[in-house]
């Protein structure tokens, strides 16, 4: 089922969904198995794979000279999305990326999830690799987000690549998009990011999903902006804890996200680990209440190896 119709059924009622990453190539997927098995018994609506580049790395060779190679570290996205559903009878909705891909493998990539019958898609830009200084786009592939958009919306309405494609069958997805309550980091400012994330949406966004944010007012006013620029599809919050000290300067480097000074300094007075997890837990508690007392369609949570606090997140809050 389409992510618009679990929000239509849900009847104004907030839905609980989750994002997990593919395991690092050589684990087993009862290694994922086990980090959702917890979170299953909330009935998330859907559940989000990420999807991962290939990166460039240098390999030593026997005689101490190096080898440029391609190194794909969590591969299975999708294979991912057809075992979970499989496994757990769940909606699954696989992230697709721009770069690294061109347009025939991203096009192959759709067909089959077609086949698999999943009927999801959040499409993103991706980021740089990191030995670029900023995004390029692969060769014969999108540069932005809305050009992949583009290429799935033809293949709902039949269009491929190749037009003496025969029969022409029209997929069905539907297709979510990356919102940045706190900007992304390249745009100039945020109604520069707000008029690109509304061609998104005039192009056939279904819903946005949304960066991680510390802030709710953050969230609240990034919301009322896209009211206002016209952008009326579904925003969904997307949540993850603070679980450690590091996140503090971490998250804000990788995220271009603000820690909020309570949280910040709750933080740094945590005596132990365990003290950091129970701030970050009940900081997420209270951004999860008062989400859902706003009546956000979804709380949708970033997993990303703490099911547990995770759990006890939801278990306080749905
Ligand atoms: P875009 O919408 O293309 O925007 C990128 C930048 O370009 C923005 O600054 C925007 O303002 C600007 N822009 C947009 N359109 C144009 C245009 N036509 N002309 C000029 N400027 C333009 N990354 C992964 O690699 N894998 C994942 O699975 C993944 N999942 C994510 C899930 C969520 C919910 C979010 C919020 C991000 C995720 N990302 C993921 C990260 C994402 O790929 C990066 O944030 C990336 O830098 C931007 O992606 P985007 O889709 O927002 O890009």
């Not at 690799?129 to 592939?141: L, R, W």
């Not at 508690?285 to 956000?296: D, F, M, N, P, Y």
């Not at 709380?299 to 190896?305: I, K």
Request: neutral net charge; contains cysteine.
């Amino acid at each position: 089922m389409k992510v618009t119709e679990h929000l239509a059924n849900a009847k104004g009622n907030t839905l609980v969904s989750f994002e997990v990453l593919p395991p690092l190539k050589g684990k087993t997927i009862e290694s994922l198995y086990n980090h959702l098995d917890p979170l299953i018994e909330f009935k998330p609506a859907w559940i989000n794979v990420t999807y991962h580049r290939a990166e460039t790395m240098f390999r030593k060779r026997g005689d101490g000279s190096f080898e440029k190679v391609e190194v794909r570290k969590r591969p299975g996205t999708v294979g991912i999305c057809a075992a979970l559903r499989n496994h757990y009878n769940v909606d699954t909705v696989p992230h697709l990326i721009c770069g690294g891909f061109n347009k025939q493998e991203t096009e192959n990539a759709l067909v089959d999830l077609n086949f698999l019958g999943i009927d999801n898609v959040l499409v993103l830009r991706g980021d740089a690799e990191k030995n670029e200084p900023s995004f390029a786009p692969h060769a014969g592939g999108h540069g932005y987000a809305i050009d992949l958009l583009k290429q799935v919306v033809n293949l709902n309405n039949g269009i491929y690549l190749e037009e003496d494609v025969q029969n022409e069958a029209r997929t069905n997805f539907c297709i979510g998009v990356a919102g940045y309550p706190e900007k992304h980091f390249e745009a100039p400012n945020l109604e520069n990011d707000l008029q690109y994330l509304k061609e998104k949406v005039d192009a056939g966004a279904d819903y946005i999903m949304t960066q991680m944010f510390f802030d709710n007012q953050k969230f609240f006013r990034f919301q009322d902006a896209c009211r206002s620029v016209g952008i009326k599809v579904p925003i969904i919050p997307g949540l993850k804890p603070i679980t450690t000290r590091k996140q503090l300067t971490v998250l804000p480097r990788i995220f271009h996200v603000d820690i909020p000074a309570d949280l910040c300094k709750a933080v740094m007075q945590a005596k132990t680990d365990a003290d950091v997890e129970t701030v970050g837990t009940e900081w997420l508690i209270a951004q999860s209440r008062e989400l859902k007392a706003a009546g956000v369609p979804v709380l949708h949570y970033y997993t990303l190896g703490k099911p547990r606090i995770i759990h006890n997140v939801v278990k306080a809050t749905m």
